[in-house]
């Protein structure tokens, strides 16, 4: 199973790089996502979007402090990103209950 993941991940291209490309490549992506957002609401301006749903999924799913990556802070330091993932969450999904944070070790 492994040798066919490992050969997949190849093939799309993803293999091919390591680690650390892969994460530096996956910050730029997100610093244009930040430039596009601007400090416009949405990224289709007043109203909420197909790409503003998917982006939403992703920061999501980057920002879980459990599962810490360098994305993570690459959102942080995107301010408007971080603001726009926590606001949208708060509107789109209002009945989902934030479990209290650990402490940090």
Not at 20 to 42: G, P, Q, R
Not at 53 to 74: F, H, Q, R
Not at 79 to 103: C, D, Q, S, T, W
């Amino acid at each position: 199973l492994r040798k066919k993941m490992h050969q997949a991940l190849y093939e799309q291209g993803l293999g091919r790089h390591n680690k650390d490309d892969i994460y530096k490549k996956a910050c730029l992506d997100l610093d244009h996502l930040s430039t596009l957002l601007n400090n416009k609401n949405w990224f289709g301006g007043d109203y909420i979007s197909k790409l503003d749903l998917t982006v939403i999924g992703y920061l999501d799913n980057i920002m879980i402090p459990e599962l810490y990556s360098p994305l993570a802070d690459a959102i942080k330091n995107n301010g408007n990103l971080e603001r726009y993932a926590v606001r949208a969450k708060k509107m789109l999904f209002p009945h989902v209950i934030e479990k209290p944070k650990r402490p940090a070790f």
